[in-house]
């Protein structure tokens, strides 16, 4: 079945770029997917890519797809501290989603 | 667009109780609904898929007889906890998806139940 990982902690300066990467293991998942859980919160879906894509940008966000690779990764241009939260990437299978463990970003002033 | 909301926020309870939460799509019909449970510091583990008017289809090893699931219209799901007990105290997250929507996997997600079982 499909295993999407992701690093644990990513630390930055506010008003630099973070960039959040993922990896994961089905080349059949049509769309990959980052989420945003403040503490004690829901998700909130940030953006999407369908599979077909190599990039996808939306304001200060950025997706990168490397489809070969089966890397995926998110740019936050001008982190603010207000993005400090913890990110989720997930990959679509049969339906469901499966979810990386979560990147905790710290959004340093 | 896409929202759901869920209620209770958060509950207290006793052991051995019953506990319902609810999971509403307020401005679109859900499609599938589908249940989590997140552990602190960890990732969702899914529990359940459930789609409207059908039994929910549970992941393995989630007791369906514990965690009962109720799918009665397009727009309300339930969650109930049965017979709770201090290990079923967890963050509970519902989400649906959104026929409609750009991607018809999409899942929009509500701002989740924290459960305590004393």
């Known amino acids: 079945g499909e295993d999407v990982e992701q690093s644990l902690f990513l630390s930055v300066r506010e008003g630099d770029s973070s960039v959040i990467n993922c990896t994961y293991t089905d080349s059949s998942s049509t769309y990959l997917y980052w989420y945003k859980q403040e503490p004690g919160a829901g998700l909130q879906l940030l953006t999407y890519i369908f599979s077909n894509m190599d990039m996808k940008q939306d304001q200060r966000l950025t997706v990168l797809l490397n489809k070969k690779d089966k890397h995926l990764s998110l740019r936050i241009a001008d982190t603010q501290t207000g993005d400090s939260a913890i990110y989720f990437c997930a990959a679509s299978q049969g339906g469901k989603l499966i979810f990386g463990q979560g990147t905790e970003l710290s959004v340093k002033p | ?118």
């Open chain 2, 1 to 118: 667009g896409a929202v759901v909301s869920q209620h209770p926020s958060w509950v207290i309870c006793k052991s051995g109780t019953s506990v319902k939460i609810e999971c509403r799509s307020l401005d679109f019909q859900a499609t599938t609904m589908f249940w989590y449970r997140q552990f602190p510091k960890q990732s969702l583990m899914l529990m359940a898929t459930s789609n409207e008017g059908s039994k929910a289809t549970y992941e393995q090893g989630v007791e369906k007889d514990k965690f009962l699931i109720n799918h009665a219209s397009l727009t309300l799901s339930t969650l109930t906890v049965t017979s709770a007990h201090p290990e079923d105290s967890s963050f509970y997250i519902c989400s649906a998806t959104h026929a409609a929507s750009g991607s018809g996997e999409t899942q929009y997600f509500g701002p989740g139940t924290r459960l305590l079982v004393l």
